[in-house]
């Protein structure tokens, strides 16, 4: 089955940039998804089929896909963005996520 | 608005079996699948599978083919996911998650955590 690879972690300063990466074998020819997750709290999709924000969504969330490694960018990083972030794709009608990736805001 | 509503927390014997539910509101509950999905402590995410509330029809991921089995009841807009054969690696927070428009897993439940000891 297909697997997404994350990093475990990046670090961004408030105001700042951070760009997460996800690759995988199967994402040019799948849709790829983003949640966020905080602490205690259920995940929340926040783009999906690849750069498609769903409404109440900051503007600052956005992604891209460029062939086997999608991209969730967060422009001008806000302390509230800090959480666990996670991918997902398809692989013949299962779901399969990313192992995650922990943002954290310095 | 759309929600889903999980059962409570679960404390089970290694061996034992757990049924968890999931209650939908607010939008056609045989429109779109359910899925569900786990994640353990301080772990990641792992789906485990999703039914097809009009049908009844259920896909599992590999893993757990053979210990678990999703269902659903229409007139009460209840799914349910069953797992046999409880082992301690199977404490977790369970999660269930509708299948929205976009294929995207867009409305989740507030999760029930599963606790597997002796």
């Known amino acids: 089955s297909s697997e997404l690879t994350q990093p475990p972690s990046v670090s961004v300063s408030p105001g700042q940039t951070a760009r997460i990466t996800c690759s995988g074998d199967?994402?040019?020819?799948?849709?790829a998804y983003w949640y966020q997750q905080k602490p205690g709290q259920a995940p929340v999709l926040m783009i999906y089929?690849?750069?498609k924000r769903p409404s109440g969504i900051p503007e600052r969330f956005s992604g891209s896909n460029s062939g086997t490694i999608v991209t969730l960018t967060i422009s001008g990083v806000q302390a509230e963005d800090e959480a666990d972030y996670y991918c997902q794709s398809a692989d013949s009608s299962a779901v399969v996520f990313g192992g995650g990736t922990k943002l954290t805001v310095l | 608005q759309m929600q889903l509503v999980q059962s409570g927390a679960e404390v089970k014997k290694p061996g034992a079996s757990v049924k968890v539910s999931c209650k939908s509101s607010g939008y056609t509950f045989t429109g779109y699948y359910l899925h569900w999905v786990r994640q353990a402590p301080g772990q990641g995410l792992e789906w485990m599978g999703w039914?097809?509330?009009?049908?009844?029809?259920?896909n599992y991921a590999q893993r757990f083919q053979g210990r678990v089995t999703l269902t659903r009841d229409t007139s009460i807009n209840i799914a349910y996911m069953e797992l046999r054969r409880l082992r301690s690696d199977d404490t977790a927070m369970y999660y269930c998650?509708?299948?929205?428009?976009?294929?995207?897993?867009?409305?989740w439940g507030q999760g029930t955590m599963v606790t597997v000891s002796s």
């Open positions: 998650a509708k299948d929205g428009p976009w294929d995207a897993l867009d409305i």
């Open positions: 199967a994402l040019p020819k799948q849709n």
């Open positions: 089929k690849d750069n």
């Open positions: 039914i097809n509330p009009n049908s009844g029809d259920t």
